[in-house]
Nanobody
């Protein structure tokens, strides 16, 4: 079982920056793929960025060049550094940990943190 707790959301003006953090419980953090997802009102949840256990990253096209995902396995924490924020980035941002074995898939979600981009 993995528990995830996000922090760092808030209100920011267009063009501003925020850094989200996700602290994970458990001793197997380093072997999970970690990711950030977001869900805006009336829209489906979508992937923002992921980082594998080996450190490989993947980004949605709409955040490339603006957001950076990173992980610190010593602290069981994954980060999402967001720059040049736009009103369209307003959403609840969720942290996810994911692992697949031969017999099952493990997927855990945090409660989410609200990011609002507005002047």
């Amino acid at each position: 079982q993995v528990q995830l707790e996000e922090s760092g959301g808030g209100l920011v003006q267009p063009g501003g920056s925020l850094r989200l953090s996700c602290a994970a419980s458990g001793s197997l953090f380093s072997i999970y793929r970690m990711g950030w997802y977001r869900q805006a009102p009336g829209k489906q949840r979508e992937s923002v960025a992921t980082v594998t256990s080996g450190g490989s990253t993947n980004y949605a096209d709409f955040v490339k060049g603006r957001f950076t995902i990173s992980r610190d396995n010593a602290k069981n924490t994954v980060y999402l550094q967001m720059h040049s924020l736009e009103p369209e980035d307003t959403a609840v941002y969720y942290c996810n940990s994911h692992r697949t074995t031969m017999t099952r898939t493990y997927d855990y979600w945090g409660q989410g943190t609200q990011v609002t981009v507005s002047s």
